[in-house]
């Protein structure tokens, strides 16, 4: 669960105040904008990257607005997924857990676990230069999601995959849904990405959060074409 | 009289000039400057011979001299990456106040005159606390002045160098590491430090290099007394002021061949990227 009251964030000139919005345990939020509108610094506010200038948020029922990053319990997958170039994708999977110090043989499982879950058992032994823009997104995905946080912030992770691909991420996102329970929030520009995977859409407009539209996804199949305003 | 009309309704087509004259004037300037390089190295491998270099190797005074800088050069260089890593760090990625004043303040040594720096140092010398330092643990006109000196200056490439290194690393990475549950230490010792290995390399071997070649700094802080503060640079002007040309284009040698190695390092393993940007004003 999500939770932000009243937020205030600067970055630079930039600012967002009063940002007010809930995302509902194990929901799947997603938030849209204008390029500029501050999606990424509510994000980065969020996770922690960004300090606070007011208001409050809470994960999971705790009160993180003034903790690190470290200890918000949060899973972040930025747009460029920043993959760490001098580890090998086993390395990536596991860091969060080494920082754990979780013993050897959980880390092994897990890391399967995570590799099965995501398709990307045959990476493990390679580093990120040269895998494709779906690959690096599965990786970044396993990532954040290692230490089973209990939040998963996106920032427009579909957004530079070509459609065949993006088919495939859309399944996939579906299952670690499914399998993991958590709590999302997710940022795209796309109209169809947000009705496809969203259950609680949110729009930032203005330096406010209006909720939009819900949509019950196991009932609904989204008709792309007929689909009109957010 | 009238230019006759174009006739629009025909495609306008031209004759093109030839592009010889301008690749063979362009080629003629830029090969200039690397004409005189070479020209440079030929005369000093002619002027000397096999008899001359094993002469000035067998020197007792030339053989401390190579130790010396090769000693002082290695620990200028630790001594500036300690310093270059951190202070670069700080500089790619904080805002802080003053933080203009530092840049502006750590081009100094780069602009400024190598002569005035080893005036400079021996004038911070002559203050009542460095002259207490100094009474203590030695450091003027001994081994320590010439690491000082050294320092002074090649500390400025390795900063330079480090701050382009995290410059060109994304913060995001840092970043994301911070979410799964690094400190900032740990995030900057497991993701960033390790992705800046060729920029540390690259570093190092500039600092090394400067290091080698400063001559100005380590005359007036240091002095030129053989067997104590003699590196390779003051062997070659000691030998030229009693007019032993030929052990004076020994070292010289020795010094090209030392650069040699150390660009090509710098070309193997370091990025090039980041060696030409550090020399940009």
């Not at chain 1, 009160?63 to 200890?71: G, Q, W």
């Not at chain 1, 496809?196 to 909720?211: K, M, Q, S």
């Not at chain 2, 090969?31 to 491998?45: E, K, Q």
């Not at chain 2, 002095?223 to 020994?250: D, H, K, P, Q, Y």
């Amino acid at each position: 669960m999500i939770v932000v009251k009243d937020l205030s964030v600067r970055a630079g000139a930039f600012s967002l105040s009063g940002v007010t919005f809930e995302i509902p345990s194990g929901a799947y939020g997603v938030l849209m904008g204008k390029t500029g509108c501050g999606k990424t610094t509510l994000l980065e506010a969020l996770c922690g990257l960004r300090s606070a200038r007011g208001g409050k948020i809470e994960v999971m029922g705790r009160d993180v607005t003034h903790l690190k990053p470290a200890e918000r319990g949060i899973g972040y997958v930025p747009q460029d997924r920043a993959l760490f170039t001098t580890m090998t994708i086993r390395e990536h999977l596991a860091f969060a857990l080494v920082l754990r110090k979780w013993n050897d043989a959980d880390i092994a499982r897990r890391v399967g676990e995570l590799a099965d879950l995501l398709g990307i058992a045959h990476l493990l032994q390679r580093k990120p230069l040269g895998l494709s823009g779906g690959e690096a997104q599965r990786v970044a995905l396993g990532r954040a999601l290692s230490c089973r946080p209990g939040v998963l912030i996106l920032d427009e992770p579909l957004s530079a995959l070509d459609d065949e691909t993006r088919q495939e991420m859309y399944a996939l996102m579906k299952i670690v849904r499914e399998q993991t329970h958590v709590t999302a929030l997710h940022v795209t520009h796309s109209r169809s990405e947000a009705q496809l995977l969203g259950d609680t859409l949110l729009n930032l407009e203005g330096g406010a959060v209006v909720p939009l539209q819900r949509i019950d996804n196991s009932v609904t199949k989204p008709d792309f074409a007929a689909s009109g305003p957010l | 009289m009238n230019a006759p009309h174009a006739d629009m309704a025909q495609p306008q087509l031209i004759r093109a000039r030839s592009d010889v004259p301008f690749y063979v004037a362009f080629g003629i300037l830029g090969s200039t400057y690397v004409f005189l390089i070479i020209a440079m190295l030929i005369a000093d491998l002619r002027f000397t011979t096999g008899p001359h270099l094993l002469q000035a190797l067998s020197s007792p005074e030339i053989r401390y001299s190579i130790k010396l800088s090769l000693i002082s050069c290695t620990i200028t260089t630790i001594l500036s990456l300690w310093v270059g890593v951190p202070l670069g760090y700080l500089l790619s990625r904080f805002q802080f106040p003053g933080k203009v004043a530092v840049d502006a303040i750590l081009d100094i040594p780069i602009v400024l005159p190598p002569l005035v720096i080893g005036l400079s140092l021996l004038i911070l010398f002559q203050t009542p606390f460095f002259r207490a330092l100094d009474t203590l643990f030695p450091i003027t006109y001994a081994v320590p002045s010439v690491i000082l000196a050294q320092f002074s200056v090649a500390c400025a490439f390795a900063v330079r160098t480090m701050r382009i290194t995290f410059d060109q690393i994304n913060p995001r990475g840092e970043q994301v590491a911070l979410t799964l549950g690094c400190s900032r230490s740990q995030a900057f010792w497991m993701v960033v430090l390790p992705e800046a290995r060729r920029g540390i390399l690259t570093a190092a071997t500039l600092a090394w290099a400067r290091s080698l070649g400063e001559f100005g700094p380590i005359l007036i802080f240091s002095g030129a007394t053989r067997m104590r503060t003699e590196v390779l640079s003051t062997t070659v002007f000691l030998e030229l002021s009693v007019g032993n040309i030929e052990a004076a284009v020994a070292v010289s040698l020795l010094m090209i061949a030392a650069a040699v190695i150390v660009l090509t390092l710098l070309r193997v393993f370091g990025s090039e990227r980041t060696f030409g940007k550090a020399f940009e004003p």
